[in-house]
């Protein structure tokens, strides 16, 4: 249903934590205090472990008691994603979510020097119809020396670079089916009020 943007929702971003995440995954970050960090490297390093926990729902392997090619054998991707259109306006317009419904999904900027930052959108899924809950949207500022891991199935907005350009290293487990990444566009959804432009919601950036 079309609607006038001034009656759709709008959400302020909140400075992103490891508490105001956990619902949603884990804060890729180095630990104020880690007193199981060790010394590496011939004593040149320190290595923080077990920092996010990173899920693979698919089984080992598919065969005549797993036949689903949905649930076919997936491999860890590591790919870079590089976000070079850093979005300049105040506000930003919701037109999809997307999830990853066997896997968590990881992003850690690279080089990041904590002058450019990036904003994530999540939801919740509806109870009963499977689809993002709007009244459950959320956003969380991070700036680019955070990493974030999704859980998997959590309902997400692609990557909401601000201020400067970012490259993240990510990782996810794929297999090739449809699945591996699940688009919900609001402008397809009947019970959901949409701009003319397709918008379901807005995000205050600045």
Known sequence: MTTSTTELRTITPVDITNENFKEWGQVVRLPDADPN?????QGTAQKFSHLAEFINLRPAHTDSANPNPTLATAKANIAIFKCYKPVEAKTFGIRLLERHSYSSQMFMPMGGDGNGSYVIVTARNKVGE????????QAFRCNNTLGINYKPNVWHHPMIVIEKPVQFMTITYESGAPEDCQEHWFKDDSKVNVSEEGHAAFVQLF
């Open 37 to 41: 960090a060790v010394q590496v490297n």
């Open 130 to 137: 499977d689809t993002p809950d709007l009244e459950t949207l």
